[in-house]
């Protein structure tokens, strides 16, 4: 487990993912390079082993100087091979390192891309809301207005100002409208609602 993974930016061993990157890829490349070379020079003393081993079959070198020789070659490459190893295996720990920094960033750039949905949504849902609250209100004022027409209408009709014909037709209108009213209050607040959820998030 990478010594920084899930790690909160207070904890002392924190590193910024970026800095992980830039911190590996120097050593990356040094030990790349290195890796390179002593595959290269194994490859050498493989090709000096067998040609030590013609040389034998040649009659070119005694048998005592090719186990003299071989075993110089032998331990040389014994020696290398162990480096080899330890330098795959740092590569191996900076490969881990690397991909778990490759995650938290892109972990980081989703959650980055996530809140500036979120942020535009609320703006959205507060500039609709906005405008709906004011269409609301207006939808309130008009109710009230046709309730103080309701009002005066019943007034004259007491008064004997109005024929009962006229009265029902007007008083039949009004609560056309303010069933129309209704309607539009329900969707209204429902939206408003809906709006006010996504506001709080």
Known sequence: MSHYEGAPPEDVYYMDPKEVLSQYSVEWVSLRKSYDEIKSQLQEIQAELSHLDRQLENGQITE??????????????????QVKREVESR????????????????????????????EEEKSHAMIEWMSL?????????????????????????????????????????????????????????????????????
């Open 91 to 118: 590569l191996f720990e900076i490969q881990k390192e690397i991909r778990t920094a490759n995650r938290q960033l892109k972990q980081a750039e989703e959650e980055r891309r996530r809140r500036e949905r979120v």
């Open 133 to 201: 609250k004011q269409g609301f209100d207006l939808v309130t004022e008009r109710r009230n207005e046709i309730n103080a027409e309701s009002d005066r209408l019943e007034i004259q009709r007491r008064s004997g100002h109005i024929s009962e014909e006229d009265y029902r037709k007007s008083r039949i209108q009004h609560i056309k409208q303010l069933a129309e009213l209704s309607t539009v209050e329900s969707d209204v607040k429902r939206r408003l609602a809906e709006l006010l959820e996504i506001i709080k998030k």
């Open 64 to 81: 005592q100087e090719h186990i003299v020789r071989y075993r110089e070659k032998w331990s040389e490459s014994t020696q290398m091979v």
